[in-house]
């Protein structure tokens, strides 16, 4: 599952990248916050997905913990990312974002009949 996100993350993520060059010129401050933030946003999934499996399945209040202090290095990072540049906060955001407009773009050509891939079906 992690795999199908991931790339069809980093392809709207190239695309972005290349509208943001052509728009606004080599804005690299841009462009690294785009990467770090699909990177940081794949990883954040793949942690909240071990996470709540823990939580759901041991129930004990240790792996809460360390769910909460996920979310908080996160808005730690991001803290850190504005502090640098405000265009790096702004690619980072962009990029976070890229993850959720991967899948509702999923949803949307599979329940168009544009594409047949079966994602999130049967657990994929």
Known sequence: MIGFLAKRVALLAVILVAAVFAVRG???FIAAGIFFGVALG???IIQNKKNL???CALGKSRSSFFF???QAAFFVLLLVSVLIDVRLFAGMIAGLLLTPAAICL????E???LTRNGWGEKGI
């Not at 999923?106 to 050509?109: E, L």
């Open 53 to 55: 499996l823990t939580m």
């Open 68 to 70: 909460i202090a996920s």
């Open 111 to 113: 329940k168009t009949g």
């Open 42 to 44: 794949i990883y954040k």
């Open 26 to 28: 080599p804005d690299f």
């Open 106 to 109: 999923n949803g949307i050509t």
